[in-house]
């Protein structure tokens, strides 16, 4: 699919935003054609807007990961295309900011309340990081062609849990539960006896703390 920015003098609302066409305001110009810039550091914000032109309702849980798994094509434009590793392509996945995220939305209490922008897009980090891509690929691609997908948030993240589980043959019922996903007992419990637990699970810490 063809994909075209639109820039004008003044948006009526933000800097830059999804659509067919993605808008921008003009002052983003230099974002959006310098590639030069893009290989020297990154860009971030217009692949940002593509990321939501390529979001679908059935793996989005709104309002929470709106605003976090479009910049999942933020992070893989700027690491695969560019070169760009995440912590130089935006200043909130250095590590420290990383890190420091993640403690206080546990000390906090996993609210599902807080759980939106950088800190919504963390898990995705963190399964990205241990997995790769290919799973992402591999998911999304199937998502394109799932029927009866559920419409309330609960029950799509109880079968994102499911089927990310089974592309990567791991229980990742207590990671998604640590992170205060509404994971039912039932697909705790189906999820133990079909797959193997995730030893590598980096929320580990944070459930024996």
Known sequence: MLEITVSLPTLSLGWMHAGYPVMSNVGALPE?????????????????????????????FPPHTTEATC???????????????REIAHSDLQPHARKERIKNYIRNGANLDDFEVFTALEPYLQLQEAFGWDPYIHILAKYQTMSNIPHDNRSKMNLWAETFSQEVNRNLGPFFKTWGWPIEDRVSENLAISYPAWAEDPMIQYRHS
């Open 32 to 60: 959006i054609i310098d590639g030069r810039a893009f290989y020297a550091k990154g860009t971030w914000g217009p692949i940002h807007e593509l990321g939501h032109n390529q979001q679908k309702s059935g793996w989005n």
């Open 71 to 85: 910049n999942l094509w933020s992070v893989y434009v700027n690491e695969t295309v560019l070169s760009i590793s």
